[in-house]
């Protein structure tokens, strides 16, 4: 486990590149595959909440019990098939700070680079309308209607298309974040849910 959370935190120590969309789209990529690694470590780890109960054929060694109290948690001991034995809770404890830490971060990043387009995007504008104030109303470059001889303004507006573009791509992709959090929350809680309950 050290191994991954020490290429996990390599991941974190590194910001999205913001600028180039190939590249964001790609470290963002690969700073995604964590979330698919925990999900398969707890698959892995951790047997299924309806093979979970507790019985001496299992091989579980409890340490605690089951009680209407929900707020209470099993603590069990699971062996391992290359000896030693996994105790559920502090996996699930740990395994939920290191999905809380990624996808906290992620997300800043992907933030991050939304709040650094949008900044550009309005710049571009603003740039637009001190030249030519009557060729561009609204924030759609469909609406400009402007006529300079040299084509610079045209230019810009091309220029402006791409930082719209790209502007949309990184917001779509602070909602796939959400997604993704969905799903991984989604996988904890069918795994961990009967051994740990995170704080509110």
């Given amino acids: 486990m050290a191994e991954r959370q020490s ?38 780890s951790l047997p299924t909440q309806s093979f979970s109960r507790p019985s001496a054929r299992s091989g579980a060694l409890i340490e605690g019990s089951i009680s209407g109290d929900s707020s209470s948690t099993v603590r069990q001991t699971y062996p391992r098939s290359g000896g030693g034995s996994i105790n559920p809770t ?12 990624i996808g906290k971060y992620r997300l800043s990043e992907v933030s991050r680079c939304a709040d650094a387009s949008r900044e550009k995007v309005d710049a571009t504008l603003a740039e637009l309308r001190k030249k030519n104030p009557s060729g561009l109303h609204g924030n759609k470059p469909s609406s400009f209607h402007g006529t300079d ?7 810009e507006l091309q220029k402006l298309r791409r930082l719209q573009s790209h502007l949309r791509q990184v917001e779509l992709e602070s909602e796939v974040e959400l997604v993704i959090a969905d799903r991984t929350l989604k996988a904890f809680n069918e795994r961990c849910g009967l051994y740990y309950k995170p704080p509110s």
């Fill in 149 to 155: 001889p040299s084509g610079q303004n045209i230019t």
């Fill in 90 to 101: 502090q996996t699930c404890r740990e395994l939920f700070h290191r999905i809380t830490e």
């Fill in 7 to 44: 290429g996990e935190h390599h991941r974190l120590e590194h910001q999205l590149p913001c600028d180039n969309l190939a590249q964001f789209m790609e470290v963002l990529k690969q700073m995604r595959t964590v979330d698919d690694r925990i999900i398969h470590e707890l698959n892995k």
